[in-house]
Nanobody
Framework: QVQLVESAGGLVQAGDSLRLSCEAS????????MGWFRQAPGKEREFVAA????????VYAEFVKGRFTISRDNAKKKLYLQMNSLQSEDTAVYHC??????????????????WGQGTQVTVSS
């Protein structure tokens, strides 16, 4: 049984930093591209960042470039999202996701097979 479990998010102030983690089990983590998506109230789910199985390739949404960093530790089967300079617009439920074997577009949610339950990140201004 595949499980992706995100760490607790939290309530932070604008300008603060927060690191999310996602622990995987039940899948060959080191062979999977991984991604972070988010969904704000009343909005559609959107791509945040993705990383290839080896960690060599990383892809970011334009709105997080320079602020967020995605990384992974294959030995620990963990995915991370370091979020700096958080803004109120970053308030959302953040989900980690595991991609299918052959990825065409890291930004597309359709490329991802397994999803975590999500963790709430709230940024107060």
């Amino acid at each position: 049984q595949v499980q992706l479990v995100e760490s607790a998010g939290g309530l932070v102030q604008a300008g603060d930093s927060l690191r999310l983690s996602c622990e995987a089990s039940g899948l060959s983590f080191s062979t999977k591209g991984m991604g972070w998506f988010r969904q704000a109230p009343g909005k559609e789910r959107e791509f945040v960042a993705a990383i290839s199985d080896s960690g060599i390739t990383v892809v970011y949404a334009e709105f997080v470039k320079g602020r967020f960093t995605i990384s992974r530790d294959n030995a620990k089967k963990k995915l991370y999202l370091q979020m700096n300079s958080l803004q109120s617009e970053d308030t959302a439920v953040y989900h980690c996701a595991a991609a299918r074997t052959y990825i065409i577009d890291y930004r597309s949610a359709e490329e991802y097979v397994y999803w975590g339950q999500g963790t709430q990140v709230t940024v107060s201004s």
